[in-house]
């Protein structure tokens, strides 16, 4: 029996032993959430600590030995060098990251843009059809957790979430195949973060790269932590076209506004035009004069009114269009509106 306090009671022995064993789950619990990159840095920084500090000592091989002060200063540099190793490199460890010891010993070379996918983005769709006319460079980033989450929403009890689960695999798996187009499956994670968006700020961080997203919250969050966004809303809008009051354009009416007499119709982009005098021409095509545009939160809005063939407004809209030789935007007689996909 060991007996390491040297009492003949093995009480004092036990609770020494039981003391030591909780040390060592309360180590092992504070640990199981650390990253294993943290903790081999931790490892590396205390093992390059202790080698210094025990160079130090032999460099003072001619000090006395025997002088009690240098016996302290021999223990103190043994106790605060490695342990000022081991704080370091816990703190640095993500530099032991696979990518980022990739980037030290990568040869010199044009410099890599990551774009980092969101689920959101990956979910609506649109991202397949701009990877395809070439207009975003760089390697598309896939994390891992990413990927986990569209297959929480794939195996959804709610059908409609399962539906769009499912459709954010097959674009994946149809960028994927565009020649091109380098996706890039990333295994970092960030165990010490729960939400998926943090995460993705963090591995954007990390990569240098930038995030590609549709949802709002996460846009704002990010750049108010310096994180470059790429937002796929705020292009559509962007590329809207310019509608001035009293240009003329053909639309197709699809039903009947909330005011009296109104028709609705949409604009490829899924732009809203709300046209007067207009309620008796749903299912047709015809001409309308803008009146006015309204820029809101949710996008643009054009106000309209019916042109009555050979009335007199309309001879005159078109009189005056000819003469300033302005081009009449053509809608698509059946709408498409744009939505982004819900997280």
Same mark, same amino acid.
């Not at 997203?213 to 704002?220: I, S």
């Given at each position: 029996?060991?007996?390491?306090?040297?009492?003949?009671?093995?009480?004092?022995?036990?609770?020494?032993?039981?003391?030591?064993a909780?040390?060592?789950?309360?180590?092992?619990?504070?640990?199981?959430n650390?990253?294993?990159?943290?903790m081999? /840095? &931790?490892? +590396? #920084? @205390?093992?390059? =600590?202790?080698? %210094?500090?025990?160079?130090?000592?032999? $460099? !003072? *091989?001619?000090?006395?030995?025997?002088?009690?002060?240098?016996?302290?200063?021999?223990?103190?540099?043994?106790?605060?060098?490695?342990?000022? /190793? &081991?704080? +370091? #490199? @816990?703190?640095? =460890?993500?530099? %032991?990251?696979?990518?980022?010891?990739? $980037? !030290? *010993?990568?040869?010199?070379?044009?410099?890599?843009?990551?774009?980092i996918?969101?689920?959101?983005?990956?979910?609506?769709?649109?991202?397949?059809?701009?990877?395809?006319? @070439?207009?975003?460079?760089?390697?598309?980033?896939?994390?891992?957790?990413?990927?986990?989450?569209?297959?929480?929403?794939?195996?959804?009890?709610?059908?409609?979430?399962?539906?769009?689960?499912?459709r954010?695999?097959?674009?994946?798996?149809?960028?994927?195949?565009?020649?091109?187009?380098?996706?890039?499956?990333?295994?970092l994670?960030?165990?010490?973060?729960?939400?998926?968006?943090?995460?993705?700020?963090?591995?954007?961080?990390?990569?240098?790269?930038?995030?590609?997203?549709?949802?709002?919250?996460?846009?704002?969050?990010?750049?108010?932590?310096?994180?470059?966004?790429?937002?796929?809303?705020?292009?559509?809008?962007?590329l809207?076209?310019?509608?001035?009051?009293?240009?003329?354009?053909?639309?197709?009416?699809?039903?009947?506004?909330?005011?009296?007499?109104?028709?609705?119709?949409?604009?490829?982009?899924?732009?809203?035009?709300?046209?007067?005098?207009?309620?008796?021409?749903?299912?047709?095509?015809?001409?309308?004069?803008?009146?006015?545009?309204?820029?809101?939160?949710?996008?643009?809005?054009?106000?309209?009114?019916?042109?009555?063939?050979?009335?007199?407004?309309?001879?005159?809209?078109?009189?005056?269009?000819?003469?300033?030789?302005?081009?009449?935007?053509?809608?698509?007689?059946?709408?498409?509106?744009?939505?982004p996909?819900?997280?």
């Open positions: 029996m060991l007996r390491p306090v040297g009492s003949d009671s093995p009480l004092a022995n036990i609770a020494l032993g039981a003391a030591l909780a040390s060592a789950v309360g180590f092992e619990w504070l640990l199981r650390t990253a294993v990159t943290h081999l /840095g &931790a490892f +590396i #920084g @205390g093992a390059v =600590g202790l080698l %210094l500090a025990k160079g130090i000592s032999e $460099a !003072l *091989f001619w000090i006395d030995h025997g002088d009690s002060r240098v016996a302290f200063m021999h223990s103190f540099i043994l106790l605060v060098f490695p342990y000022i /190793g &081991a704080v +370091i #490199g @816990g703190r640095k =460890g993500e530099w %032991l990251e696979p990518a980022r010891l990739i $980037a !030290l *010993f990568r040869a010199a070379g044009p410099e890599r843009h990551y774009k996918l969101d689920t959101s983005v990956i979910i609506d769709g649109r991202i397949a059809d701009l990877c395809e006319t @070439g207009f975003i460079d760089g390697a598309m980033v896939v994390p891992q957790f990413v990927l986990k989450e569209l297959q929480l929403v794939a195996d959804s009890s709610d059908s409609m979430k399962r539906n769009r689960g499912r954010g695999l097959d674009i994946l798996q149809k960028i994927q195949k565009m020649s091109g187009v380098e996706v890039v499956i990333s295994d994670d960030y165990p010490d973060v729960k939400e998926v968006d943090l995460k993705l700020i963090e591995l954007a961080r990390t990569l240098s790269g930038k995030i590609v997203t549709n949802d709002f919250n996460l846009n704002k969050v990010a750049q108010l932590r310096g994180v470059a966004v790429l937002n796929i809303n705020e292009l559509a809008n962007a809207k076209p310019v509608v001035l009051p009293g240009e003329v354009m053909k639309v197709f009416i699809l039903k009947e506004g909330k005011e009296y007499n109104q028709g609705v119709a949409y604009l490829d982009d899924g732009t809203m035009v709300v046209v007067d005098n207009a309620r008796k021409m749903i299912s047709k095509t015809i001409d309308v004069v803008v009146t006015s545009v309204l820029q809101t939160t949710a996008g643009k809005m054009i106000f309209g009114r019916y042109l009555e063939p050979g009335g007199a407004q309309a001879s005159a809209t078109r009189s005056t269009q000819a003469t300033s030789g302005s081009s009449t935007p053509v809608a698509s007689p059946a709408p498409i509106v744009a939505k996909a819900d997280r």
